[in-house]
């Protein structure tokens, strides 16, 4: 519940997975994968269809228990716990098609996140003022300010994937997992999305994000962790990452 | 990839243009104000202007009615976990002030809330392993729990009195039965009151929101932090705790039980009936319903006399709701005074003027394409 919370603790790794496995059936979806990701950076998650990437980005978060390995979280393990304490311990996610609360209004979607469960504040107003301004700050930084009193399904898909990182933000994690940010948004989007990863990295954010835009993944990222076939088979700077022939082989498919 | 001489496809993203100010009207509040103070002083002036103590207990039945359903709305409405098994907490809660009062020879009004104690205790187990299931499979746990202790109920003779029933020794021996209606319809009355006061906190606190979250989407409001586990399971003992106070209440009102009727899928679907028929998003809906359904049903016995006869015209009653009015019949009045002033419009915006936008927005960091280009996409 009492989440560390320094940004000094960098010599850790934010998020490490110790060979995990999920199967469903007979398919191995993530196959032994030792992953780290590093504090303070913007770290890429990429692979072909089917590798396994979300399947991994759930066993982290929780939503899904892995059939073995472990979870660390800056060094302490969070192994099969539930989603909700994840959360709570500082890691937001995004999931990958947008998911916000349709009959919700914008303000409410944000006024969901929990941060402290103690009965006391739970039993407080909603609309407690402290609340609302933060929220409305997290609204503006996306840009969807305007919208506080809209119903969240009349939003247009863009405006949704906005609204969704506006409320995982009011969680105030210090590390945000983001599935597909750029999926099916067009290209000014993805400009508005990018430029809010750089200025909330430099803030002291750390993201793990999964794309299948390579543009993106190549100008945001500062670490990428290639996955195939349930497991990395390569990480590095994005430069380096490119000219990989296990990279290449593995996206094209030889 | 669009460059600057082709700009490709325009693409448009539909913007909304939400209403900036609160979506409801100035007025709004006198009204609710209004609406609030006729309501209530109409409820409690009911049983001076009843003709007889025939209208009297029915008013009883209808308030009776009121608190089981907005009781079960503190989890069908909050949470969207529809139960169609809460008559097992009426029952519990009937037959738990009887037997307390009966068996151990406590007085009436402590027997009725030691029941409901004991109600609570046994909600947790249940919910526990009830809320592991969501949609269809949570009703139908739901209905599984009622069956079981129907027929426990029914065969346990010697505790129960089985199928002959167990008569409830009367709290105000002294009192005629006008006085004795009129007393129970203020007591239900206080208890209902009691049961809205409380959904109205929850309402408008943080849990109800995270709540209600559960109700849109509950791996996404876990996500967000909401320990949904154990919410779902307080707004569960809370809901099963008031239907277990209505339910004791009717025992000392009514002064016999029968495990058929206590227990009866019947008297579930009622309170689910009556929450959705009012709204179960709002804090009066199952009051209405209770009203609206449980006058329709009174009329009809009183019509159709004793067939079978009141229940095709109640479910005919929900066919209709449910056909024009899905979300009940409070959002659907709302609208109708809402719709003219408040309509969010919706327009196209180009992919261009999202970039103007954007620059705007974030001068003073690079975005990915120079946007040099959005000058000859406009024309």
Known sequence: MNAQRDHGATAVDNLRTVDMTKTFGGVTAVDGASVQFQEGKVNGLIGPNGSGKTTFFNCVTGMIKPDSG???????????????????????????????????????????????????????????????????????????????HAEARNLSYGQQKLLELAGVLMGEPDTIMLDEPAGGVNPALIGRISTLVRELNAEGKTFIIVEHNMEMVMSLCDHVVVFDRGRPIAEGAPEIIQRDPRVLEAYLGV | MPSASNPGPVITETIVVAPSAPVRPSWSKWVRITLLVVGAALVLAFPTIAPNPYILSAGVVILNYAVLSTGWNF???????????????FGLGAYGTALLIRNFALPSFLAWFVAALLVAIIAIPVGIAALRVRGASFVIV???????????????????????????????????RPEHHRVFYYLFAALLAVA?????????????????????????????????????????????????????????????????????????SYMVLMALLGGVRNLFGPLLGAVVVGSALEYFKLEFGDTQFHLI?????????????????????????????????????????????????????????RPDASGEETP
Request: hydrophobic share 45%; glycine share 8%; with cysteine.
């Open chain 1, 70 to 148: 472990s979870v660390l979280y800056r060094d302490k393990t969070i192994t099969r716990q539930s989603p909700d304490r994840i959360a709570r311990a500082g890691i937001g996610r995004s999931f990958q098609l947008c998911r916000v609360f349709p009959r919700m209004t914008v303000m409410e979607n944000l006024l969901v996140a929990v941060r402290h469960t103690s009965i006391g504040r739970q039993l407080r107003s909603a609309r407690d003022e402290e609340e609302l301004e933060r929220a409305r700050g997290w609204l503006r930084r996306v840009g969807i300010d305007h919208l506080e």
């Open chain 2, 75 to 89: 989890m069908g409405g909050f949470t969207g976990y529809i139960s169609l098994g809460h008559a097992a907490y």
């Open chain 2, 142 to 176: 739901s209905i599984a729990f009622v069956l079981i202790l129907l027929l426990v109920f029914q065969s346990w003779r010697d505790v129960t009195g089985g199928s002959e029933g167990l008569t409830v020794p009367r709290p105000f021996p002294d009192l005629l």
């Open chain 2, 196 to 268: 809205l006061a409380v959904w109205w906190i929850i309402d408008r606190s943080k849990f109800g929101t995270a709540l209600k979250s559960i109700r849109e989407d509950e791996d996404k409001s876990q996500s967000l932090g909401v320990p949904t586990t154990q919410y779902k399971l307080i707004a569960y003992v809370l809901s099963a705790v008031f239907v277990s106070f209505g339910g004791g209440l009717y025992a000392l009102w009514f002064g016999d039980l029968d495990p058929i009727f206590q227990f009866s899928i019947l008297i579930g």
């Open chain 2, 313 to 369: 015209a109640t479910g005919i009653l929900l066919g209709v709701v449910v056909l024009f009015m899905p979300d009940g019949i409070i959002p659907a009045v709302k609208a109708l005074f809402t719709r003219s002033s408040n309509q969010a419009s919706i327009r196209e915006v180009t992919a261009g003027e999202l970039l103007e936008e954007n620059r705007a927005r974030s001068a003073e960091t690079v975005p990915p394409r």
